[in-house]
Structures are given as structure tokens and as C-alpha cells.
């Protein structure tokens, strides 16, 4: 049965309850399951083909899953995968799990195509700026970013197999802007319901047989508290992330504006007109993550469109004008529907 929150209720009180859960989620022939993960919430829903109590609960097998990589792979726990690879100060092989090899490898060919731009070797600098999970005081100064530059980078990583290297012992990485997707494509993978759709932290992944997902992307605003939508599309059969400036942020004591969106080559968080960008990727959720913060970190290309349209990247950019408003541009195949 769904899992359920008890508050010392009686034993047929409790059972009551489950059933009436189970009757709403039976009368719209949609089953929903929720809660916390990654450091961010997590929302699957999926219609099964014929109701039982033993198809319907999935949580068993999706809290194994999404705990296996929070222990992997997150790096707010301290005795994860990552945070002991971050901690280990010397340049030796380190065994790891065949699934954080998978991420690690993967995330070398977003390093490739973005030259260098997007880099998960970017985590002293997250914490300098005061986005990961150390203690933030002040503002770095230019003397502070110089220094942990040193040691960022993605050539100063080396992978064979299921081990890692550092070529700096200081190298430390961070994954979150690829994990997430990785938990959303290895959820999909287990859950093999024909219509049903998953999404971490707002990367997101359908498989539709009858169903027609709707997914909307919000507007890129400091201000939209009530997360107004901009773009309604269709998700069936892909998956979808978006990277912005709008959600994880902060203002120093003279006003000036922060984002966790850093470029790893010159320590500073990136500055561009682009309020988010989303991916639709027929690939993975994985890929969708990866190239929404890859392309946001190549927010000051020129010719950022016509880059997106040569590697085939369906996109939807989202630019602020300079009299305040939003202005749309579509890359790819969805240029030519738009």
C-alpha cells in the first residue's frame, strides 16, 4: 500500500484513510508518488494497466534507487562516493561504482563540445560562491578565484574503468548538473509502465503510449513566486531539463545579483541576457541535464543559436530584453515548428 504518514492513529483509522487515497487514485486512473531526494522533491506519475495493490505502490523500488545515487553521488552527504573522492588529497587511482564511472565518463563528452565550459571540476568554485554545501561568509576576492582556478578543470581528471584520478590532489567535482538526470533515466528504466512520467528537480522524462503529457517551463523571473508559465508543450517520449538564473541566487550587500551558474575558466558566475534555456532530448534525461547547463554556461557565445542548431540541440532560450520583457528563440527541430 502507499506509504502514509501515521499520527497515532488507531489501526482501522489508518486503514480507512489508505483506502480513500486509493479510491482518488483509482477514480483517475492515475497513480502518484512523491517526496524528497538530491536535495530537491521528486514527482512520478504513472497509469497502470490493470489496478492492484501490489502494482501500486512503486516506492520500494524507487527510494532503493534514488538512495544508491544520493550515496553515490551527492555531495551533502558526507560519506557518499563523491565526498570521499573530494576529500582524498592525493593523485592515486580511486575505485568507484560502475554508475558513478557511467556519469563521470558521460560528462566528459559535454566537456568536449562546450570546450571546456561545461566542467564538473567546477566544485571549489560552487563553494567559493557560496552554492554547495560548505559555509559561505563573503564574496571571493579575485586572489581567492585565482587560486582554486589552479585546480579546476576537466583534463585534471582521468578515468579507466571503475576508478578515478586526480591530477591535482585539490581537484574536487560535482555532478548535480548531470546526477539528477542519470536518477531520472534509471527510474524510467525500472518502472515499465507505458504511460508514465518522472521528474527531479524539474528534469523530467515520459513514456506515453495514450497519454499526452503536458509540461510547462516558468518564466525566468526573480519575481514569479507563482511559477507563471511561458511555454505549454507536449512531452510524450522525451525528456526535458532547464537551467536558469532565477532559482538559486543571491544579492551581495551592494545589490549586485549571483547565480550558481559559474564559468569554470574564469571563476565568476556567468552574466548573459539568457534567463533559462530548456532541452528536449529524444537521447536520455541524462543528456537533456547535461546539455541545459552546457548551453546556459555558453550563454555569451556568439552565434549560440546557429551552434545549437549545427549539433542538432532542440532548445527553447529564453532571453530578458533590455526593456524587460522575454523574447523566445527555438533551435533545432523545434525552430522549424515554432
Known amino acids: 500500500m502507499m506509504t502514509l504518514v501515521k499520527k497515532n492513529l488507531p489501526y482501522i483509522s ?86 558513478f564511472a557511467e556519469v563521470v565518463n558521460t560528462s566528459f563528452e559535454y566537456y568536449q563540445l ?52 586526480k591530477k591535482h590532489p585539490k581537484v574536487q567535482i560535482d555532478l548535480s548538473s548531470i546526477a539528477k538526470g542519470y536518477a531520472v533515466d534509471r527510474l524510467m528504466k525500472s518502472l515499465t509502465y507505458e504511460d508514465i512520467m518522472i521528474e527531479i528537480g524539474g528534469e523530467i522524462s515520459t513514456r506515453s503510449n ?28 522525451l525528456s526535458l531539463a532547464t537551467s536558469g538564473n532565477y532559482r538559486n541566487y543571491y544579492f551581495d550587500k551592494s545589490q549586485s545579483f549571483f547565480h550558481h551558474g559559474i564559468n569554470p575558466k574564469t571563476g565568476y558566475p556567468i552574466t548573459a541576457s539568457l534567463g533559462s534555456v530548456s532541452i528536449l532530448s529524444e537521447k536520455s534525461c541524462m543528456d537533456a541535464d547535461a546539455l541545459a547547463t552546457m548551453v546556459f554556461a555558453m550563454s555569451n557565445l556568439e552565434n549560440l543559436e546557429d551552434f545549437l542548431d549545427s549539433k542538432s540541440i532542440n532548445s527553447i532560450l529564453i532571453f530578458l530584453t533590455k526593456d524587460g520583457n522575454y523574447q523566445k528563440s527555438f533551435t533545432g527541430s523545434l525552430r522549424k515548428n515554432n
Not at 588529497?89 to 560502475?98: A, E, G, H, N, Q
Not at 554547495?132 to 576576492?141: R, T
Open 14 to 99: 489508518f486503514i480507512t484513510l489508505s483506502l480513500l487515497i486509493i479510491y482518488q487514485l483509482l477514480s483517475r486512473n492515475e497513480i502518484v508518488l512523491s517526496g524528497q531526494t538530491m536535495g530537491t522533491t521528486y514527482s512520478i506519475k504513472y497509469i497502470p494497466k490493470n489496478f492492484s495493490l501490489k502494482k501500486l505502490d512503486q516506492s520500494k523500488i524507487v527510494n532503493e534507487i534514488l538512495e544508491e545515487i544520493n550515496q553515490q553521488m551527492s555531495t551533502y552527504i558526507t560519506d557518499s562516493e563523491i565526498s570521499n573522492f573530494n576529500s582524498f588529497s592525493d593523485t592515486l587511482w580511486f575505485d568507484i561504482s560502475p554508475e
Open 210 to 237: 495514450k497519454k499526452d503529457w503536458k509540461v510547462g517551463i516558468v518564466s525566468p523571473s526573480l519575481q514569479n513566486s507563482q511559477n507563471d508559465i511561458e511555454e505549454i508543450i507536449s512531452l510524450n517520449n
Open 114 to 165: 562546450s570546450n571546456g565550459l561545461y566542467d564538473i571540476t567546477v566544485m571549489p568554485l560552487v563553494n567559493l560562491w557560496g552554492f554547495g554545501p560548505e559555509i559561505f561568509l563573503n564574496k571571493p576576492s579575485q586572489e581567492m578565484i585565482d587560486e582554486k582556478l589552479e585546480f579546476v578543470g576537466q583534463d585534471l581528471l582521468e578515468i579507466e574503468g571503475n576508478r578515478i584520478r
